[in-house]
């Protein structure tokens, strides 16, 4: 019992004092990136100023029809900052604590108060359905029992007497009590535990690794061949004295524009997002939230899936199995009244509310409860029928059967099965006052055990059977017992022993034990955090899966975090990926989405380097041999719009099952540096006998010519396997080119002056050459396994 100092709570004094000198609950946990930074990141990058800079030079120029190539630069920004603002409130919006006051004693009346307004050393006063606003200490307990689950795992209430510790975050199930508070603020476990979810990380996908490194390598080159390509352009055109003469700065720097956009790959990012986009939007019709983008890819490559049981394999309700009769001293009916009255208790725990659907009766009168004590682990009612006073006693079979060893060995059976197991008995002796009382001595007579179990998952066996097949080790981690553990993963035909992880001493441990076990119970939050770590360390990609705050942390430092719909708020914000409907068979449906990803994504970046290859290529040889340059801006614009643009996105979006394999940033480079050479060098051998002996601007139409043969060729061998969609794809893209060189309005908008003379046929004949190189190539890349094209 409280005594009599603590049973008024603080004064008024000793709440204001605690205020003042910082002892009280406020959260100060600001998330780590500002809208500042997010803009910073996606507006003043490299590529986007020099993109900038030559969209200046087409304004100075004041012909706008050479700056369509800017559009990609806003639409790409746009959604890099769409996207991580997102993500950055979803952070914000991360809390454990959700209730909005809670109730203390002060100066000895009861006053409920905001979390915010609770301090060190207040009195908490607890009932039913209130959240622990700051870790606390029992002071007093009466049948109080928390619901920990989405803290520590543990599927089961806890019961909690005088001096047990009560975590923030968690819920008063049943019963009543009181509480001092011993942590507030930053020191309690939920606000330690979202600090830790607040801090921004960006999951880590393969694409977007391989486009930065593209990018990083290209930022290495580009200061070096653009500094060469204005050089080139000022002597091409006389050299300083003469350059401002008859406004010969104006064509070369036009030139040097073409020369620079021809060089960087700017719908590369803007298509890696798109795709990513678009299957984001699918995926949520499949009820499938993703909340990071690159997620999508990354479940294709995952090769380690780590599941919580309670809420991602089983529903994480408990169910009455069945009832077992112990012997015939009891009768049927009698047991079924009895489990009718400890099931009427409405401030008895879950299981009563079990025992409530199956047994009702009005045959009974309630004369006395006991209720529910951890240290005792029974529950008692006295009861009249037709006059007649009889005792029971619902509890651990360990405790309540103690002196009837068959009935406890046969118990002890089923609880080996992995379900929970409850003995009722007869009193034959009076039921002793308080819930603190043991049995021992008490003479019973056993009645029944009531089995209960988990509801797994209907579509929970087939999915793990799929994983099974992709060739994805699948490790059950739970809060719960080892014993119950296996149960539930034999069911699901996961073989093996489970390991209580409680007895893994530390890292070392727990590292021999995954390399010979997949089912652990009794897992700390801080294992499952070790054991992500300690799988990465070996170069696996892990996906965790979980929907309690004991996940959370697995979840963040997983390579993929997938959170059940019915997940904490702080869970869900650090999740890659959310089950909106907790249906665990929609992960067979990211895994193809994030296949069709890779396998496109790959693909459309070889036409985009290709393009940035023979831009490079261009820029230099005519810097060195003092041409001008064999485009102007707005034709390569067309080029790229048809031969990489429109059919890259239709490529992008086209369904691939191609298995992922590892290397794609090594195979992207292999091949799209030599098609881009072979592109490169078909411009010039076309170029070089025409732009002395035919107008530059005919000289430029038909190398522009030439060089979308040779790009169209590029985006056929990467389009197979052909198919009729895909040949229609092809098709119509020359029937574009070829309308936009003969209609008089797009010719003269490109400045395509296709002459029909022999230059014209020189200009294809070239470009088809090349068309064979490309082939060629292709045949040869596709024998190294340079590219795939299988689907």
């Known amino acids: ?94 809390a454990l604590l959700a209730a909005p006051e809670s109730r203390v004693r002060r100066d000895g009346r009861v006053v409920e108060i905001p979390i915010e307004g609770v301090v060190l050393d207040d009195l908490l006063v607890l009932r039913p359905g209130d959240q622990i606003p700051a870790d606390a200490r029992v002071a007093d307990s009466t049948a109080l029992s928390l619901d920990e689950s989405l803290l520590t795992g543990e599927s089961e209430p806890l019961f909690k007497d005088e001096g047990a510790t009560l975590l923030s975050g968690s819920h008063v199930v049943s019963g009543t009590g009181y509480a001092i508070v011993t942590a507030v603020g930053a020191d309690s476990y939920a606000s330690k535990l979202t600090s830790e979810i607040r801090k921004h990380s960006l999951v880590h996908s393969e694409l977007r690794d391989a486009t930065n490194r593209i990018l990083v390598y290209l930022s290495w080159i580009l200061g070096p061949i653009i500094l060469i ?14 350059l401002f003469v008859d406004a010969r700065w ?86 079924a009244i009895a489990l009718a009255a400890f099931g009427a208790d409405d401030a008895g725990n879950a299981t009563a509310g079990i025992l409530s659907s199956r047994f009702r009766s009005e045959a009974y009168r309630v004369v006395r409860r006991i209720p529910f004590s951890s240290a005792t682990k029974y529950s008692g009612v006295v009861v009249t029928v037709d006059g007649v006073e009889s005792s029971w006693v619902l509890g651990a079979p360990e405790r309540v059967l103690a002196e009837h060893a068959d009935a406890l060995t046969r118990a002890n059976g089923i609880a080996a099965t992995g379900q929970r197991t409850l003995a009722l008995v007869r009193a034959i002796d009076p039921l002793p006052h308080g819930s603190h009382v043991p049995l021992a001595g008490l003479t019973v007579e056993p009645a029944a055990l009531i089995v209960l179990s988990e509801t797994v998952r209907p579509e929970a066996e087939a999915t793990l059977g799929y994983f099974a097949e992709q060739s994805v080790r699948v490790v059950v981690m739970s809060g719960d017992n080892p014993i119950t553990v296996a149960a539930i993963a034999r069911t699901l035909n996961l073989q093996g022993e489970a390991i209580d992880a409680s ?33 990465r360390e070996q170069g696996r990609t892990v996906a965790m899966t979980g929907d309690g705050v004991n996940d959370a942390m697995a979840i963040k ?29 929609r992960l067979p449906d990211v895994l193809a989405f994030g296949r069709r990803v890779i396998a496109n994504v790959e693909r459309v970046s070889n036409i985009f380097l290709a393009k940035t290859v023979y831009g490079i290529l261009l820029a230099l040889v005519s810097a060195v041999l003092l041409w001008p340059f064999p485009f102007l801006p707005r034709q390569l614009t067309l080029v790229s719009t048809l031969a990489i643009g429109i059919p890259s996105f239709f490529l992008a979006l086209a369904p691939n099952r191609r298995i992922y394999r590892p290397g794609v940033l ?22 070089l006998p025409l732009y002395r002996s035919i107008p530059l601007h005919e000289a430029r139409s038909i190398t522009t010519i030439s060089l979308f043969c040779v790009s169209l060729w590029i985006l056929c061998v990467l389009t197979r396997p052909l198919n009729g969609p895909r040949l229609a794809l092809l098709g119509a893209v020359a029937a574009a080119m070829v309308l936009v060189c003969v209609i008089p ?44 094209d299988r689907e």
């Open 557 to 585: 430092d997983a390579n993929l975090g997938i959170a059940m719909g019915t997940a904490t708020a702080a869970t869900k914000a650090v999740s890659r990926l959310v089950l909106l409907d907790n249906r665990f068979d």
């Open 503 to 535: 007895s893994l001493r530390d890292d070392a441990a727990l590292a021999e034990a995954l390399a010979t076990s997949d089912i652990f119970g009794r897992v700390s939050p801080e294992q499952k955090r070790a054991a992500v770590g300690l799988l």
């Open 666 to 687: 090594k195979r992207i480079l292999r091949y799209s540096i030599p098609t881009g050479v072979i592109a490169g060098l078909t411009c010039v051998v076309a170029y």
């Open 229 to 242: 390509t204005l050089i080139g352009r000022v002597l091409t055109y006389g050299g300083w004295n003469e």
């Open 250 to 335: 104006r064509r070369a720097l036009l030139d040097a524009v073409a020369a620079v956009v021809g060089m960087i790959p700017e719908g590369l990012v803007l298509l890696t997002s798109l795709a990513f986009g678009v299957a984001a939007i699918q995926l949520a019709g499949r009820k499938v939230l993703v909340q990071e983008l690159a997620a999508v890819e990354v479940l294709a490559r995952v090769d380690v899936l780590c599941l919580d049981k309670t809420g991602t394999l089983t529903t994480g309700e408990l169910v009455l199995d069945r009832t077992e009769r112990l012997g015939d001293a009891v009768g049927e009916d009698e047991a």
């Open 745 to 788: 309005f797009t010719a003269n908008f490109f400045e395509m002056h296709v002459p029909l003379t022999i230059e014209l046929l020189w200009g294809i004949v070239v470009g088809a050459v090349g068309a064979v190189c490309i082939e060629l190539f292709y045949r040869f890349a596709r024998r190294r396994e340079l590219v795939f």
């Open 1 to 94: 019992m409280l005594d009599a100092r603590i049973r008024e709570g603080l004064t008024s004094a000793e709440v204001a004092e605690r205020h003042a000198d910082g002892r009280g609950n406020t959260q100060h946990q600001p998330s780590s990136r500002s809208i500042g930074d997010i803009l910073r990141e996606n507006i003043f990058t490299l590529f986007n100023g020099i993109l900038t800079a030559c969209f200046v030079a087409v304004i100075v120029l004041g012909d706008l029809r050479d700056g369509f190539f800017y559009g990609v630069v806003v639409v790409n920004a746009l959604i890099g900052i769409v996207q991580e603002v997102r993500a950055k409130l979803v952070l914000d919006r991360a």
